[in-house]
């Protein structure tokens, strides 16, 4: 576990779990506690923080792409996979986990 740290690829594995939880806590959590129990502050907090993890995750596909000189198809598919629900642990099994074994 500490290894993934040490690598530009196992950092960004580890963005992109922090996104897509945060993703699945908004809509599976959050949204229905705002709109069926008319509680909006989870939302807000959670919202914030995703807001951020997403700026940061959709930055360093933007780095890797540049740094790691992926193809359009990796860079698009990392782009999609952050706005779809589950798509960054899709992402994560299919794309960064096998560059992260790679390099």
Same mark, same amino acid.
């Given at each position: 576990m500490k290894d993934l740290f040490k690598?530009?690829?196992g950092r960004f594995r580890m963005l992109a779990f922090t996104e897509g939880v945060s993703f699945l806590v908004i809509l599976f959590i959050t949204m229905p506690l705002?709109?069926?129990f008319s509680m909006p502050m989870p939302n807000k907090v959670f919202g914030? &923080?995703?807001g951020l993890l997403f700026v940061m995750y959709v930055f360093a596909v933007i780095q890797l792409k540049i740094v790691q000189r992926w193809s359009f198809k990796t860079f698009f598919l990392a782009l999609i996979a952050s706005i779809i629900p589950f798509g960054t642990f899709w992402a994560? &099994?299919?794309l960064f986990k096998?560059?992260?074994v790679t390099k």
């Open positions: 690598t530009q690829i705002k709109y069926a914030l &923080a995703h994560d &099994a299919k096998p560059m992260s």
